[in-house]
């Protein structure tokens, strides 16, 4: 039987692209198989999505036109040589392999001219409120871009930008979310500090992050315009921002971005 696309990998990013694109409808179930090492993996895609799945990646990538790699970086030479003999001259590699370049894969399957689409999502995708870049390889078309669009776009939001940017993308919305993890943590262990218990300082920390995210999604105002409607002058929440500014938080932000940002070009390949 012919697949639309194979998912080299069945981790949990792995299945929530898969979730989006059933949800969606841009493929069936049917239209999909999907390749791990791990039974329990292969397990719950065949039991909960109802997508065939096999444990060599050699096999399902040569059953399909497009492949979706999403394996750890470590173990990328090893899939790219198991999977090369086996995948089509003319497929589409999508790639969200963290700091693995497009020219990485293309050097790699030389032999075949294949079409790379690089992408960096990240873990929001779970719940379908994710924020990926893309780009294309050097041999990636305009329907090729516009696929991975509509897949990755099927779980949250997407944006195209050049390659040398990717690493950028990395350390905004791609560790982000770690981010937001650790200021609710911070914020928790506050309200622990002036005598709230464990439990409610944590279901308030969580609760305000996840409506001030609503709020972002929703509203139409600017980052800065959201942050002023809250902060009355002379209140409880201008003081904050003053202890914050005072503190050099935005600075802190910017230079834990940069430390991502250089780390992903040290990583990359």
């Known amino acids: 039987m012919a697949y639309e696309l194979a998912l080299i990998g069945a981790g949990n990013m792995a299945e929530a692209i898969a979730g989006g694109i059933l949800k969606s409808g841009i493929y069936s179930a049917r239209q999909l198989i999907a390749s791990d090492l791990s039974p329990d993996r292969r397990t719950y895609f065949t039991n909960r999505l109802g997508i065939r799945t096999v444990a060599q990646s050699s096999e399902a990538a040569a059953l399909a036109p497009r492949l979706l790699l999403a394996v750890k970086p470590q173990s990328i030479d090893e899939v790219l040589a198991e999977v090369s003999p086996h995948m089509r001259d003319n497929a589409l590699v999508m790639t969200i392999v963290a700091a693995i370049s497009t020219g990485y894969i293309e050097a790699y399957l030389v032999d075949k001219p294949v079409r790379v689409v690089r992408i960096m999502p990240n873990t929001p995708m779970l719940v379908g409120a994710g924020a990926s870049g893309i780009c294309g390889g050097r041999l990636a078309t305009p329907e090729d871009l516009q696929l991975v669009e509509k897949i990755f776009g099927s779980c949250g939001v997407v944006a195209e930008m050049p390659e040398d940017l990717m690493n950028a993308v990395t350390s905004l919305s791609g560790s982000g979310p770690a981010y937001v993890f650790y200021l609710a943590e911070a914020m928790a262990h506050a ?54 500014d005072a503190s050099g938080l935005a600075q802190s932000v910017e230079l834990g971005m940069n430390a991502a940002l250089q780390r992903g070009k040290e990583l990359s390949r």
């Not at 996840?210 to 980052?223: H, K, N, V």
């Open 191 to 244: 309200g622990e500090k002036q005598g709230l218990s464990s439990e409610v300082a944590a279901l308030l920390a969580r609760h305000t992050i996840i409506g001030a995210g609503r709020l972002l999604e929703q509203s139409p105002d600017s980052l800065a315009e959201l942050r002023r409607k809250v902060t009355s002058p002379g209140g409880f929440t201008a003081a904050a921002i003053e202890a914050f």
